[in-house]
């Protein structure tokens, strides 16, 4: 298969994966859990629609940040990951833009998003069961898989970066102000 061919393919399964198929899933069963639970909406009037909408900027932007950091900084793509090798992989550590504030800026983007999607369908299951379960699952992916791969592929740099930067929460406070 020739590599352009897979670079696109990788692009078409993360966004169906990412971005479509894995919050529908979320959201339905979350809906099924609050209704087999018998939770109630829990924001009161159309206040859910103005809260998520912020939560959504920052998520979309987080991770489109990331994204065009990984293509034009790392000279890689967004879907490379340990054993799946459907797009090449970053060939330079990316320590600038997102990735200055954050190790994993896409990550923290994508629970920018799922969050607003909870607060946006006014679904308590999504918000405090459904994400915290998808949150601890992506901590412990990254942290057993992701972060030995990348340590291996990039070594001593990696270890300097990753015991100055935070792994998911951005440090603001790396900004400096001139």
């Excluded at 352009?4 to 990788?10: D, F, P, V």
């Excluded at 991770?63 to 054993?83: D, K």
């Amino acid at each position: 298969m020739k590599q352009i061919t897979k670079i696109w393919l990788g692009y078409i399964w993360l966004v169906m994966h990412s971005v479509f198929l894995l919050p529908l899933v979320l959201i339905f069963l979350s809906f099924l859990l609050d209704k087999r639970i018998g939770f109630l909406p829990f924001i009161p009037g159309n206040s859910n629609i103005y809260m998520s909408i912020p939560l959504f900027i920052i998520g979309a932007f987080w991770m489109i940040w990331s994204g065009i950091y990984l293509v034009t900084v790392g000279h890689g793509h967004l879907f490379a990951e340990p054993g799946m090798e459907l797009q090449p992989k970053t060939t330079a550590l990316v320590t600038t833009g997102p990735y200055k504030y954050t190790r994993n800026p896409m990550i923290f983007g994508y629970w920018m998003l799922i969050s607003s999607l909870g607060i946006f369908f006014d679904s308590i299951s999504l918000v405090f069961v459904v994400n915290p379960i998808l949150i601890t699952l992506s901590c412990l992916y990254i942290i057993w898989v992701e972060e030995p791969w990348t340590a291996k592929r990039f070594g001593g740099s990696y270890i300097s970066y990753k015991e100055s930067v935070p792994r998911f929460i951005p440090n603001l406070k790396l900004i400096k102000r001139k």
